[in-house]
């Protein structure tokens, strides 16, 4: 064991965990402001391969990086903005539209891929890295993670602003009141639906950012299929952190170090499958059910469209 | 136009000064609605520093009045007054800035913010939530009022009656004007029905103008100022203070029965033909002597439900209907009645008790196994529970039989056969539908229910439950409901009628019990006293 | 937060008969399926003008190699075998209420088991046994894996989208490790299973290259559509599915019944793989996963989870993926093409029932 632990391993590992984890970290706080404000974002999947590939094409054309989070922010949103007119105004099924949406970004982006960068598979340069003075020089795990992207570093500050909204804005007050009693927001005269709407559109802009990232930072270029159900993951993460965001951080962390372990194992010279330690995150979730599902807590008016005198 | 909330009222300073107690008065209201009318030309007037009880059984139009106090409905006729202007009250908000604060009958608070976060809800979005200011405010009328509640406590988490505390703030955040409270003690505990009191009086010395509605005689008598009677949807009698305070308990409590449930001096008929001319006219009760030696078909004994905590949903209920006997269960909703009922009807275990049918043991059957030994349920709750609303109707008049003959045979389904059914049972219990195959959700809440009658009564019904059998439908289908009911008795039906409206069972009943807090607190004949006797054991008001 | 699913008026299938009404209700159904089907054809083509693609020629090829060409017809026919199989799983689920959105780890977790399974049988016994053997143990694979979702649902209460795509996701993995792991056929260097011989598969009908086992799957959905509408115990899932409370009302088993809806759905997932292994690929290769469980979601949606229309729908998927897959080689347009079109009926489906649900509220309020 004492082998493992090697400075390349660690390194490897913590350096994976965080690309791997972002993307997941933007999905789950998205959909964890959704499903706070009661909309179960089931198409964030399609949002982060949306925004991943308009973040790309963004960063491709205008060789800026910023402009590809951008890009990826409005795709997302432009996604989210089909699933708050289909669920939150028509009242529509929220699962069907969520997977139609996710289909649909899903051959969508691969065939304008097709078209457009089949044949040269264009590459952005590596990411320019911001070290942060003092603690990028930490040993092994400064470089790892403190010089990284900047957008690294405001994701993470996304979690405490997030976690600040909650507490001290009237947005956070409204958000969860959208999802747990919808008809007390309506009686103090704040719109249900425009709340949920742009609880959708903040969700998809972030899951954008999360794709956006995925290709740009994470892998250089687009690829269709690319997300490969970080959405999912995505909607996982925020169903168990009962609306806390440090708790997606944390999720995030541990879904982004297991996707990283076996890159981390083969540096450090044990050979296990990917496949075995893929499967390490899911069974944790289901055991995390089972021990304690009953309690799980999601919004009473969860994935419910409101009506005004409905009860 | 700022947006005004009652968050924003904190936050500048003019809106925060009281309006000054007002005189709210409603001068000859009317509100229809489709089939029925819910108020009709109703005259009321509140007064600054009095506590106006407003009585009422359910449906006689207290909710109905309350939500066009608080904006959520229009009158049709009739106009609202706030120190003699006419005002037009279209929205909670605009309610409030007339500050007439309501709170309803069920808890309209977030359970997961705190306190403080609830009365914040509603600000404008891009400005900071003032906490400080909301608390100052919050603990000031909390001092006022008499009121202990911590503003930084999840509201989820209290009591109800705290949470209710919680909302009268609210409800008077804009200003002291005039508070509604909707049946606030239906939730509470008897303690906490005293603090409620006691803070209607602190609120009123102060000059507020309270309403409050309630069912219950007693408290009506201990609480209010003044006591409004409402019966169908008009106001039938007011009782001025004057008066009140010079009445005993006995004699406002009889008074206002005289009021709620209508002089009990019915005139006697003398002659069989002139007894069943009343009855037929439904102006007189059925008192048709069911022989003393009928076999108890429906015999149930030491029925008990516990509940996690506190004392059982229903608790060592007994009693036994004999055939053809309509014996009617009285009592303030949420005693007991619907987890009786679904206790018989086999959707529930006791955790004891025994229930026979025509001497049979059937506690240990299903629904579909009672349903096919003659035992019947016609729940209330009609779309939610009663119906599937995208079968159609023919489906929803076999589903306690699925799979039995001769609807299906060898599990599988016979069309022809279930057909027939509906359309015979369509046609003899005048269901109005396009065809026995349109989704019940479509059809109105009389041939709902009349599907429903349909689906329990046909066959060999031995004894029936009917739960609230007319409750939100119009006249015409009250009364073909009921004649359904007192026919099925008729031919023989043992039949246990649970209904919170007292003419109801007074109209078809041999003998009234009466439920109250899970237990079933006596057993009255039908008769002349009855109506007396039952609304004092109904209300509490137990006198030997 | 699920209920509600069942369609209306789909239920009066319960009684067959004539009538006026009937066909009247047969048209608003045809015309419900053919709007969002021609809208979704017309703005699918758009995107295809907008890449430089004659949509008339595209669409024209596509059903010429997927339908009119015979080669691709029996291709088309033998890719039903399984996506009809997983219709039939999920007409179960969503007609009792229950998402059931793990199908793609119930079908790839049997495919597995019975390629681990398959060789070494086959060896030892005749045909017959193996095969029936087989597909058994697949389902009971499938329903094996859907155990702990549909306990949590019945039980627990735990919404069971999240229990199922959690399972698949975990399936997916853990088919993997067994690939790589245990069945492994030492005598390749690509991780694979062993492979079951050609004369071992399930045989091919006639003198066609077409799977017989697509003669299972559309037994299966007809059986499932029978069962489903016609009989005692379907109709005690679709109450279930269309209100609990009701079931409750009527005296069902609410929590046996989510359970044994779980398993049925999952066997007939795990069927399919079983039918996809012994019919066309005779083995499973490592990372091979088809994912044909998001596509089959929606199309059983658009068929309103009626048997008929699931196969219908299929049929045309089928020709449209196979001739896609022709085209993407010929006319270059890729097939996942094939997956914006099936969105866009989603989407258009949806939009139209929207549309005819709210014409008919507003003719029943007047």
């Known amino acids: 064991m004492g082998a493992l632990l090697t400075e390349a391993f660690v390194a490897s590992l913590v350096v994976g965990a965080v690309t791997a984890g972002l993307p997941l970290l933007l999905a789950g706080l998205g959909e964890q402001i959704s499903e706070k404000a009661g909309v179960l974002n089931i198409g964030i999947e399609g949002m982060m391969l949306i925004g991943a590939y308009t973040g790309f094409v963004a960063a491709y054309y205008s060789d800026s990086l910023w402009l590809g989070f951008a890009g990826g922010a409005g795709g997302g949103a432009a996604v989210a903005l089909l699933m708050a007119v289909f669920c939150v105004w028509l009242g529509m099924n929220q699962i069907v539209i969520g997977i139609a949406l996710t289909l649909g970004a899903e051959g969508l982006t691969a065939l304008l891929h097709h078209f457009q960068f089949s044949r040269t598979y264009p590459r952005l340069p590596d990411t320019a890295t911001l070290p942060i003075p003092g603690l990028a020089q930490i040993p092994v795990v400064g470089p790892a993670v403190f010089d990284r992207h900047p957008i690294v570093y405001l994701s993470v500050a996304a979690v405490f602003a997030v976690v600040w909204i909650y507490r001290k804005t009237h947005i956070g007050l409204n958000l969860q009141a959208a999802g747990d009693k919808p008809a007390a927001l309506d009686s103090a005269g704040v719109d249900v639906a425009m709340t949920r709407t742009a609880a959708v559109l903040v969700t998809g802009a972030m899951a954008g950012i999360g794709g956006a990232y995925l290709a740009n930072v994470g892998a250089g270029l687009f690829v269709p299929f690319m997300t490969n159900g970080a959405g999912f993951i995505g909607i996982v993460l925020a169903m168990l952190s009962r609306g806390r965001p440090t708790w997606v951080l944390y999720g995030a962390a541990l879904f982004g170090i297991s996707l990283s372990l076996t890159t981390a194992l083969q540096v450090g010279g044990v050979n296990v499958p990917t496949d075995v330690i893929q499967m390490l995150p899911f069974a944790m979730v289901m055991v995390v059910l089972v021990l304690f599902g009953r309690r799980s807590s999601l919004p009473a008016a969860l994935g419910l469209p409101y009506v005004r005198g409905a009860r | 136009m700022a947006r005004d909330s009652a968050a924003a009222a904190v936050d500048s300073e003019d809106a925060a000064a009281p309006v000054s107690a007002a005189t709210v008065e409603l001068r000859g209201i009317t509100k229809r609605f489709p089939g029925v009318v819910a108020n009709q030309d109703v005259d009321l007037t509140i007064r600054p520093g009095e506590v106006h009880a407003l009585l009422g059984e359910n449906g006689a139009g207290k909710s109905t009045l309350i939500s066009m106090l608080a904006g959520l409905l229009q009158p049709d006729e009739g106009e609202i007054r706030v120190d003699g202007r006419s005002v037009v009250i279209d929205s909670p908000r605009r309610a409030l800035q007339l500050g007439i604060g309501t709170v309803f009958q069920h808890v309209m608070l977030v359970p997961t913010l705190t306190v403080a976060e609830n009365l914040m809800l509603g600000g404008p979005w891009w400005r900071r939530p003032d906490r400080d200011a909301v608390v100052r405010r919050f603990t000031e009328m909390a001092a006022a009022f008499g009121i202990d509640v911590d503003p930084d406590a999840v509201t989820g988490q209290l009591s109800l009656g705290e949470q209710q505390q919680v909302e009268i703030i609210r409800a008077l955040w804009r200003g002291e004007g005039v508070l509604v409270l909707d049946e606030p003690t239906s939730m509470l505990t008897p303690k906490g029905i005293e603090r409620l009191g006691a803070l209607m009086r602190r609120l009123t010395a102060r000059g507020i103008g309270v309403v409050f509605i309630t069912h219950k005689l007693k408290e009506a008598f201990d609480f209010g100022d003044r006591v409004s009677v409402l019966r169908l949807g008009r106001m039938v009698g007011e009782i001025p203070p004057e008066t009140l305070r010079g009445l005993d308990e006995k004699t406002a409590t009889d008074r206002i029965i005289a009021l709620m449930f209508g002089h009990p001096e019915t005139p006697e008929a003398d002659t069989p033909v002139e007894r069943a001319a009343a009855i037929e006219g439904g102006r007189m009760t059925r008192r048709n002597p069911v022989d003393p030696r009928a076999p108890e078909v429906l015999a149930v004994e030491d029925v008990t439900l516990e509940r996690p905590e506190g004392r059982p949903y229903v608790d060592g209920v007994s009693f036994a209907a004999r055939r053809g006997e309509i014996l009617g269960i009285a009592g303030i909703d949420g005693n007991g009645q619907k987890q009786l009922a679904e206790i018989l009807s086999g959707q529930r275990r006791p955790d004891r008790g025994t229930i026979r049918l025509d001497g049979r043991a059937i506690e240990r059957l299903g629904v579909p196994e009672r349903h096919k030994a003659g035992l019947r349920y016609v729940t209330d709750d009609r779309l939610g529970e009663g119906t599937v609303a995208p079968f159609p109707v023919e489906l929803n008049l076999v589903i306690k039989q699925i799979g039995e003959p001769p609807f299906w045979s060898g599990g599988m389904a016979r069309a022809g056969a279930i057909q027939d059914h509906a359309e015979d049972l369509v046609e003899d219990y005048d269901v109005r539908t396009p065809s026995t195959r349109t989704p019940i959700g479509r059809l109105s809440g009389g041939n709902i229910q009349k599907t429903l009658l349909a689906r329990e009564l046909h066959g060999r019904a031995k004894a029936v439950i009917y739960n609230k059998p007319t409750y939100g439908l119009d006249l015409n289908n009250i009364r073909s409901a009921r004649a359904r009911i007192r026919d099925a008795a008729d031919a023989g039906v043992a039949t246990v009628l649970i209904s919170t409206d007292l003419d109801e069972l007074m109209e078809l009943s041999d003998r009234i019990a009466v439920m109250l807090r899970g237990r079933l607190t006596g057993i009255v004949d039908n008769g002349p006293d009855a109506r007396r006797r039952i609304a004092e054991l109904m209300t509490g008001v137990d006198r030997p | ?366």
């Open chain 3, 1 to 366: 937060m699920m209920a509600g699913v069942e369609p209306e008026g789909g239920a009066g299938a319960a009684a067959a008969g004539g009538g006026g009404e009937r066909w009247r209700a047969i048209g608003r159904s045809v015309l419900l399926t053919l709007t969002p089907v021609v809208l979704a054809l017309v703005v699918a083509g758009l995107i295809l003008v907008a890449v430089g693609v004659d949509p008339l020629t595209y669409y024209a090829y596509v059903v010429d190699r997927g339908l009119f060409s015979w080669l691709g017809l029996q291709e088309t026919i033998t890719r039903m075998a399984p996506l009809l199989l997983l219709g039939a799983s999920l007409i179960v689920a969503f007609r009792a209420g229950i998402w059931n959105l793990g199908i793609d780890g119930q079908f790839l977790l049997a495919a597995v088991l019975v390629a681990a399974l398959a060789p070494p049988m086959a060896q030892a016994l005749p045909q017959w046994v193996v095969l029936p053997v087989c597909i058994l143990v697949a389902a009971a694979a499938g329903a094996a894996w859907s155990l702990l979702p549909a306990l949590l649902k019945a039980y627990q209460q735990v919404n069971e989208i999240i229990t199922t795509l959690m399972m698949t996701f975990l399936g997916t993995s853990f088919a993997n490790v067994l690939v790589k792991l245990f069945f492994r056929d030492p005598d390749t260097t690509v991780p694979q299973t062993r492979t079951l011989p050609v004369e071992d598969r399930i045989p091919r009908l006639f003198d066609t290259t077409i799977n017989s086992g697509v003669i299972l799957a559309l037994i299966a959905v007809l059986v499932v559509h029978v069962v489903m509408t016609r009989t005692a115990f379907g109709l005690r899932l679709r109450t279930v599915g269309a209100n609990p409370k009701a079931a409750v009302h009527a005296g069902l088993s609410v929590p046996r019944l989510t359970v044994a809806t779980f398993a049925i759905s999952a066997a007939l997932a795990g069927a399919a793989g079983a039918v996809e292994i012994l019919g066309v690929w005779g083995n499973v290769r490592a990372d091979w996963n088809p994912g044909y469980g998001l596509a089959i979601i929606p199309l059983v949606f658009l068929a309103r989870f009626n048997g008929y229309a699931v196969i219908a729908f299929v049929f045309a998927f089928s020709v449209l993926s196979i001739g896609g897959e022709s085209a993407s080689r010929r006319l270059g347009v890729p097939h996942f093409y094939i997956l914006v079109l099936v969105a866009l009926l989603l989407i258009f489906l949806a939009m139209v029932e929207y549309i005819d649900h709210r014409r008919r509220q507003a003719k029943s309020v007047s």
